[in-house]
């Protein structure tokens, strides 16, 4: 069998195998055109989930007609630096194949007009010239794209449905105007407006327009910059999240990338302040030296490849982790429309006048520094509290001329929640979930110190598991054992711990040695070293917790309060749960029918 070249035809639709997928790769490619012809606007125009048409209109550049004929051929392109350097390339595209490779397969029709100049159509039909001429249209370039593999029914039949094809095309538009924000983008779909920004937003407006509005509220701002590279975005708070991580926008140089290495890293950074089924909303921005980074990995330009990818890695995980530091105890804040609808008056039926409780005001006088329990006392002839709610008086007023963020502390409810009072409403708190992260945060820093101090156990404690499980335990024995927790092996399916972490108190140590044990079994292989003891002090703080359950007094519940204001990411428990929730005095007055 002799070898022959192919004909042109078959290696554009060879290379539209590649490079065009479906409808939203030849509208990313049609995009990233105008771009880097240096639109501002950008006009999207879809029909049937851009299977039947897709239309996108700009203002830029636009080309003359030779401009326009070599444009239509393959590898032609004016993106390329003189010296030819592809590794010096500062524009979105540059291989000069998504022209050919979509009108090899699609019925493509380009307007273009140079400021100044005249306008010019060139149309293709599945590789042949059909059409040539004047054009009537403003500055700028207009193509279309019409029943694309209409006459490749092999890859036609291998689309999906129209929604689901429009639904790529949206993620596309969305994350190229995320890393524009200076452009205006409109997109219609079926002679509907689906998307549109203006040009000129700020960075976290752009993405939080593309997003959720909510994330305005509930987002921290990135920026670090480290040996010529610069990471800038917008991350949620660990409380704002979502079950699936389909709001993870990552771009290098402009570039939207999808990257393990990146997806690895923001996995990294919210590793104890997320659920493992909890994903951030996140858009970070990497600009790196074009020498340190290989765009020319994949023909649809969606993967890059890093010179030093662990400096990369390590950069977004200290970025991310230090934003987060610094917002401090800040919480999601939006009410639950569920919850607060919980709220209703209810009709209240008047009681007999023979029937009320006789107070004499003379015989009581209140003494706010009085103990709970006299308080008590003195009240248990006109008032009983309901089961599980707790209140005592404080031990003194807030100092004169100051004041808490998260208020003073009034009360326990089910001996779970602490309802405090601040000055712009009613704030209550989850006690574990606020204990579980001051634990692990000062966890974190006795190992940045000498190490946890642990307590050695009167009579040592035996725990039982499976071989596999004791294995991985045996194997981690000296980096537990810096956490203050000391066990070693004592037999083939059983553990031995000698002493746990003093800060834990009266912790469940089977509980504790299981759950390290599962953690170890899930995560061992896929994180790193410090990572991994991350996990464990997640997991360690998780048992030496305030439990649901346990009464606090005032001064415990005060106390808690002030540690929170002070330490980093106090304003979520280890999965990513708000740790406290505000009702601002407006919502009080709604709920009361005041507003």
């Known amino acids: 069998m002799s070898i022959r070249r192919?004909?042109?035809?078959?290696?554009?639709?060879?290379?539209a195998g590649e490079v065009v997928e479906r409808p939203a790769s030849a509208l990313k490619e049609i995009v990233e055109n105008a771009l880097d012809a240096g639109a501002t606007r950008i006009a999207i125009r879809l029909s049937n989930g851009g299977l039947d048409r897709i239309e996108v209109s700009d203002d830029g550049v636009g080309m003359d007609s030779a401009d326009m004929a070599l444009a239509l051929e393959r590898h032609a392109t004016s993106k390329m630096p003189d010296d030819d350097a592809i590794e010096n390339v500062a524009t979105l595209g540059f291989r000069g194949e998504a022209l050919p490779s979509i009108a090899s397969v699609a019925r493509l029709s380009i307007d273009s007009r140079r400021q100044g100049g005249e306008g010019w159509n060139r149309t293709v039909d599945n590789g042949q010239l059909v059409a040539e001429?004047?054009?009537?249209?403003?500055?700028?370039?207009?193509?279309?794209?019409?029943?694309?593999?209409?006459?490749?029914?092999?890859?036609?039949?291998?689309?999906?449905?129209?929604?689901?094809?429009?639904?790529?095309?949206?993620?596309?538009?969305?994350?190229?105007?995320?890393?524009?924000?200076a452009v205006a983008f409109a997109l219609e779909h079926d002679g509907r407006r689906t998307l549109g920004v203006q040009a000129g937003d700020a960075r976290e407006e752009r993405v939080a327009a593309l997003t959720d509005r909510a994330l305005a509220e509930n987002h921290v701002i990135v920026s670090l910059e480290r040996e010529g590279v610069r990471l800038s975005g917008v991350a949620s708070i660990p409380t704002y999240n979502r079950g699936v991580g389909d709001h993870q926008y990552l771009f290098v140089n402009g570039?939207?990338?999808?990257?393990?290495?990146?997806?690895?890293?923001?996995?990294?950074?919210?590793?104890?302040?997320?659920?493992?089924?909890?994903?951030?909303?996140?858009?970070?921005?990497?600009?790196?030296?074009?020498?340190?980074?290989?765009?020319?990995?994949?023909?649809?330009?969606?993967?890059?490849?890093?010179?030093?990818?662990?400096?990369?890695?390590?950069?977004?995980?200290?970025?991310?982790?230090?934003?987060?530091?610094?917002?401090?105890?800040?919480?999601?804040?939006?009410?639950?429309?569920?919850?607060?609808?919980?709220?209703?008056?209810?009709?209240?039926?008047?009681?007999?006048?023979?029937?009320?409780?006789?107070?004499?005001?003379?015989?009581?006088?209140?003494?706010?520094?009085?103990?709970?329990?006299s308080f008590g006392?003195?009240?248990?002839?006109?008032?009983?509290?309901?089961?599980?709610?707790?209140?005592?008086?404080?031990?003194?007023?807030?100092?004169?001329?100051?004041?808490?963020?998260?208020?003073?502390?009034?009360?326990?409810?089910?001996?779970?929640?602490?309802?405090?009072?601040?000055?712009?409403?009613?704030?209550?708190?989850?006690?574990?979930?606020?204990?579980?992260?001051?634990?692990?945060?000062?966890?974190?820093?006795?190992?940045?110190?000498?190490?946890?101090?642990?307590?050695?156990?009167?009579?040592?404690?035996?725990?039982?598991?499976?071989?596999?499980?004791?294995?991985?335990?045996?194997?981690?024995?000296?980096?537990?054992?810096?956490?203050?927790?000391?066990?070693?092996?004592?037999?083939?399916?059983?553990?031995?711990?000698r002493a746990v972490p003093a800060m834990l108190?009266?912790?469940?140590?089977?509980?504790?040695?299981?759950?390290?044990?599962?953690?170890?079994a899930a995560y061992d292989s896929a994180l790193s070293l410090k990572e991994r003891l991350d996990l464990v002090a997640a997991t360690m703080a998780c048992h030496g917790s305030v439990r649901a359950g346990r009464v606090l007094s005032v001064a415990e519940m005060n106390a808690l309060l002030r540690e929170m204001e002070v330490t980093p990411r106090s304003g979520q428990c280890n999965h990513g749960r708000p740790t406290w929730v505000k009702l601002g005095h407006g919502d009080i007055e709604k709920l009361f029918g005041r507003k």
């Open 6 to 15: 192919l004909p042109e035809h078959l290696v554009n639709r060879i290379a």
């Open 133 to 181: 001429g004047p054009a009537a249209l403003p500055p700028g370039t207009r193509v279309t794209i019409e029943q694309l593999f209409a006459k490749v029914p092999a890859r036609r039949k291998f689309l999906r449905s129209a929604k689901a094809e429009y639904a790529a095309c949206l993620d596309i538009v969305r994350r190229l105007a995320m890393a524009h924000p």
């Open 255 to 373: 570039r939207p990338v999808r990257d393990r290495l990146l997806i690895g890293a923001l996995r990294g950074a919210y590793a104890d302040m997320l659920a493992r089924d909890r994903h951030p909303v996140v858009a970070l921005f990497l600009d790196v030296p074009p020498l340190d980074v290989d765009v020319n990995v994949h023909p649809a330009k969606t993967e890059v490849r890093f010179r030093d990818p662990a400096m990369i890695r390590g950069m977004i995980i200290s970025g991310l982790r230090r934003a987060l530091d610094e917002q401090g105890f800040r919480s999601v804040q939006n009410a639950d429309p569920a919850a607060l609808s919980a709220w209703r008056a209810e009709p209240v039926s008047p009681t007999p006048i023979g029937a009320m409780p006789i107070f004499d005001t003379a015989s009581v006088s209140y003494n706010p520094l009085a103990s709970s329990s």
């Open 377 to 497: 006392d003195r009240r248990s002839n006109f008032m009983t509290p309901p089961p599980q709610a707790r209140a005592e008086p404080a031990m003194a007023p807030a100092p004169e001329g100051q004041s808490f963020p998260l208020g003073v502390a009034r009360g326990q409810v089910a001996r779970t929640y602490i309802v405090a009072e601040a000055e712009d409403g009613l704030v209550i708190v989850d006690q574990h979930a606020a204990h579980e992260r001051l634990t692990l945060e000062r966890m974190r820093r006795a190992m940045e110190g000498q190490g946890v101090a642990s307590q050695a156990l009167l009579l040592p404690e035996v725990v039982e598991l499976e071989e596999p499980a004791c294995d991985r335990l045996e194997s981690r024995a000296a980096e537990l054992r810096d956490f203050g927790l000391d066990l070693e092996r004592f037999g083939p399916s059983a553990m031995l711990v």
């Open 505 to 520: 108190g009266q912790s469940d140590v089977q509980g504790l040695v299981k759950d390290l044990a599962d953690d170890l």
